[in-house]
């Protein structure tokens, strides 16, 4: 049975081969319906908003007796019985509650229902509304960041590797990437709350240096080729996509494993529920990205390519030759 470091070299010299490319009407497909089992999820199963978009009431105890969640739903419960009650432990130390928008009255006794079950004064109950507006304002702005974000992407791609279609890729590649992570968000039920926006975004840096560094080796081994290469124009994508394959696993294991031990040591164990949002959306993020890299980018990249005539004619006279 061959290592991890045979494997890494058989396939960076090309005894052995993964066939992204020779098989991408298969990862295509399977590209296909993960983005239409994503773009349906969120009106078949809905998408969970979090108050910063839907608006609401919320409650912060400071230095509670016990960080016992069930005695703030009671009380919330207590004051409207249909109020929706989101708890979460703040720092370790502190109770942040969110409910939906209650009036004035209906403040002040969860307020007082609050001190009461926590055994605090009344002055460490502190209590505030939040509207609809500001999350409307962070999506705005986070799309008009996007936007401005793969049009710079698109451009600085095609100087970079002198061709357009690099750029038509990586950019579908991206939308790859944000649509199915919005996707497994939607399918688990997460709520989407502004961290979690700004995480969605932050995977598209690290999605984008993925296909930089794999296009790079593409567009090297693809400019070696000359007229008398024994490959076809796939053959060197594919090859430039497994000569990085080891280093993009590796790559997203080490980006991985900091942002899962926020997820499951932070955020389950200790109760961090702060940093669950930003924290699950980029672990998601990291593990799509690299997936669309190498099923998505390269052999879409490679399909595009081998249409041109030149490509073609020489591909024609490679497989001419073999037979």
Do not use: C
């Amino acid at each position: 049975m061959r290592s991890m470091g045979q494997w890494g070299n058989d396939l960076y010299t090309g005894k052995a081969s993964v066939p992204f490319v020779a098989r991408r009407k298969l990862w295509f497909i399977i590209a296909i319906a993960l983005v239409a089992i994503s773009v349906l999820a969120p009106f078949v199963r809905g998408v969970e908003l979090s108050i910063e978009f839907t608006g609401g009431s919320q409650f912060t105890v400071s230095a509670p007796e016990s960080t016992d969640q069930s005695i703030a739903t009671d009380a919330v419960h207590s004051v409207d019985g249909e109020a929706e009650a989101k708890v979460t432990v703040v720092g370790g130390t502190d109770i942040r509650v969110q409910t939906t928008q209650l009036s004035q009255d209906e403040t002040r006794q969860v307020s007082a229902a609050l001190a009461e079950g926590y055994g605090v004064d009344a002055a460490e109950v502190t209590d505030s509304f939040i509207g609809p507006t500001w999350g409307a304002d962070v999506t705005r702005q986070s799309l008009w960041g996007l936007g401005v974000f793969l049009v710079l992407t698109f451009v600085i791609l095609a100087i970079y590797f002198r061709t357009w279609k690099m750029s038509v890729a990586a950019i579908i590649g991206l939308v790859d990437v944000l649509v199915i992570t919005i996707g497994i968000y939607a399918l688990a039920g997460f709520a989407i709350s502004p961290a979690a926006v700004i995480g969605f975004l932050t995977i598209l840096g690290y999605s984008l240096y993925d296909t930089t560094v794999v296009f790079d080796k593409i567009r090297e081994n693809t400019a070696e080729d000359g007229e008398i290469s024994g490959r076809t124009f796939g053959e060197s994508v594919n090859l430039g996509v497994n000569q990085t394959l080891v280093r993009s696993i590796n790559t997203s294991i080490v980006a991985a494993l900091p942002v899962a031990a926020i997820l499951f040591i932070g955020v389950i164990w200790l109760g961090a529920e702060t940093l669950s949002d930003i924290s699950l959306s980029i672990f998601v993020g990291i593990l799509v990205a690299t997936y669309s890299t190498l099923f998505v980018s390269a052999p879409l990249y490679s399909l595009m390519r081998e249409k041109e005539p030149a490509i073609a004619q020489r591909d024609q006279r490679v497989l001419g030759a073999r037979a």
